[in-house]
């Protein structure tokens, strides 16, 4: 069997199972254009396995078992050959991302983050995960939920590629003088020097931030564009100051399961993106105020994302009947989570003040102690605020400014790990924000636990039935409240993490999304039990979550 044939039986099998969490980077109207951006990268499958079958798009792409100095993807299987020689298979991964490569991990979450480079500070709880640390580490979790299309993972590959080649390419742009080309030239050296530096970005999301980081990090250092060597000692030392990735992805997805004691329903969608970025703030005057911003931002405006539901589902109104309300719940803390037992959750069987209640789903507000839980922890900032007549406030980007030290070595030509040292602390943040309009709906965030908060949407079932009668609206009514229709959360919070009471430690981020599909007759709601009407069905709950490892261990 030719290397071609081997490829095609190999990477679909991979594929088909690598459906779930993850960033889609390029939209799905672009899949052949992502696809044709990789078809020749090499592929490295160093366990001699084969490679993963049925991407017919990349059998053009070279198969190795040894890692090139080039852009190349690396596909390991992680099972009990490489979990018996672990270290091998930790060298390899580190070879493999010094060497321009993006990584392809599967197995079971504790396999994968056993193969976890230690320096990679956020790791998510996935069955795949893929990685790369050019021009600012990005690391991507791919759960057995969510995405159903298994070309999906091309676009991800794709999408890491593509964005460290352009921040590469920015930074080797031919802008510098003639008079300093020609030193380079004659020199092919850097000369050792020490520079203050202060820079701002203003990314609109997590993952933006890194890149902007990088770019702002290398032109205030240098000045200049830079050469193959320092594009690659600056993506090294950018990958301690900020690493991003993907906490969630859905398109379109079901919830998996309901909430304990609740009807499981199908109805409620989840189309959404949540990324991350861990940024790292470092005062060497007071060690003790150092500390790590761990941003998590859902991405999209509009009705394009959130919590929503196929179009035949649009609420409507029927017979003195309100179908199909929709509410939301964002749950966000620290800690080991059991969302399926019935424990998890405090909502009252059959009574009417349920949403009123805090669910106990986070271990570290339910006397969880030890490695899991940050001490210290606290929400600097959370979007969206609090409804007032109809409207909120979220975010539409951030402002950071980063100050300090960098030293940068002659020898980043002969021993690269001592080229580039920087000490950078975050000197002041600013969030932009605009008004939002959600009609008809109560937006809330509870605030009374240390280690989480919960952002509810929830439809203002009276007013509604007021607007559906006042008007005689027959059938549906999406026009009238997101809840009947759409939920974008434009969710966005940041927390601090102080680094030295936290050293040592493995903590646990995950976050719950819960929907409710509520059918009412005026302003009351059914619950967990079918009302005596048989036509009107009990309320429906269910969730979806994601979680990530953050690791201050080293």
Excluded at 28 to 47: D, Y
Excluded at 210 to 228: E, I, K, V, W, Y
């Amino acid at each position: 069997m030719n290397i071609s044939n081997i490829l095609n039986i190999g990477i679909l099998s991979i594929l088909a199972m690598f459906s779930g969490s993850m960033r889609a980077e390029i939209h799905q109207a672009s899949i052949g254009a992502a696809l044709e951006s990789i078809k020749n990268i090499p592929i490295v499958v160093p366990t001699n396995q084969g490679v993963p079958a049925g991407l017919t798009e990349l059998s053009n792409a070279q198969v190795m078992l040894e890692i090139p100095n080039e852009t190349h993807v690396l596909l390991l299987r992680v099972d009990g050959t490489t979990s018996a020689a672990l270290s091998h298979y930790q060298r390899l991964i580190e070879r493999s991302l010094n060497s321009k490569g993006t990584i392809v991990l599967q197995g079971s979450k504790e396999a994968l983050l056993a193969l976890k480079p230690q320096w990679i500070r956020v790791w998510p709880e996935a069955d795949t995960v893929v990685l790369t640390s050019r021009f600012g580490t990005r690391v991507e979790g791919l759960r057995d939920e969510g995405v159903e299309d298994w070309r999906a993972i091309a676009q991800l590959i794709a999408g890491q590629i593509e964005q460290a080649r352009s921040a590469e390419a920015q930074l080797a742009n031919d802008k510098m003088s003639d008079g300093l080309r020609r030193a380079k030239r004659s020199t092919g050296t850097t000369n050792s020097f020490t520079k203050n530096v202060e820079f701002s970005v203003r990314p609109s999301s997590p993952v933006e931030a890194c890149t902007m980081f990088g770019n702002g990090f290398a032109a205030n250092t240098f000045g200049r564009p830079l050469t193959p060597s320092e594009r690659d000692e600056v993506s090294s030392e950018v990958s301690r100051w900020c690493q991003s990735g993907t906490l969630s992805y859905y398109q379109g997805a079901s919830a998996p399961r309901n909430v304990p004691n609740w009807t499981y329903t199908k109805k409620p969608k989840l189309s959404l993106l949540t990324e991350w970025a861990l940024i790292r703030s470092e005062d060497v005057l007071t060690p003790s105020n150092s500390k790590h911003y761990f941003w998590v931002k859902s991405i999209g405006q509009g009705a394009g994302s959130g919590f929503t539901r196929n179009l035949q589902d649009t609420a409507f109104y029927s017979n003195n009947v309100m179908y199909g309300l929709l509410d939301a719940t964002i749950h966000a803390g620290w800690g080991n989570i059991y969302p399926q037992l019935p424990k998890s959750w405090t909502y009252p069987v059959g009574e009417a003040d349920w949403a009123d209640r805090d669910p106990n789903l986070f271990g570290c507000d339910s006397g969880e102690r030890g490695s899991v839980c940050p001490t210290g922890v606290s929400v600097i900032r959370l979007f969206p605020s609090d409804t007032s007549n109809n409207q909120v406030m979220v975010s539409q980007g951030e402002s950071f400014t980063f100050g300090g030290m960098v030293n940068v070595s002659s020898q980043v030509f002969t021993d690269p790990s001592k080229a580039i040292k920087a000490d950078l602390i975050l000197k002041r943040m600013d969030s932009s924000m605009r008004t939002a309009t959600l009609n008809l709906t109560n937006t809330q965030t509870s605030s009374g636990k240390p280690y989480s908060r919960s952002t509810r949407w929830r439809p203002d079932v009276a007013a509604i039935w007021d607007y559906v009668v006042m008007r005689g609206i027959e059938g549906a009514f999406a026009t009238a409240t997101p809840t009947a229709a759409t939920i974008n959360p434009e969710y966005d919070i940041l927390w601090q993490i102080p680094t030295q009471p936290n050293q040592g430690k493995l903590m646990k981020f995950n976050v719950v999304y819960e929907a409710g599909w509520n059918n009412c007759v005026k302003y009351v709601c059914a619950g967990m039990q079918s009302p005596p009407d048989p036509t009107i069905p009990p309320q429906g709950r269910v969730y979806w979550t994601d979680g990530v490892v953050v690791d201050f261990r080293s």
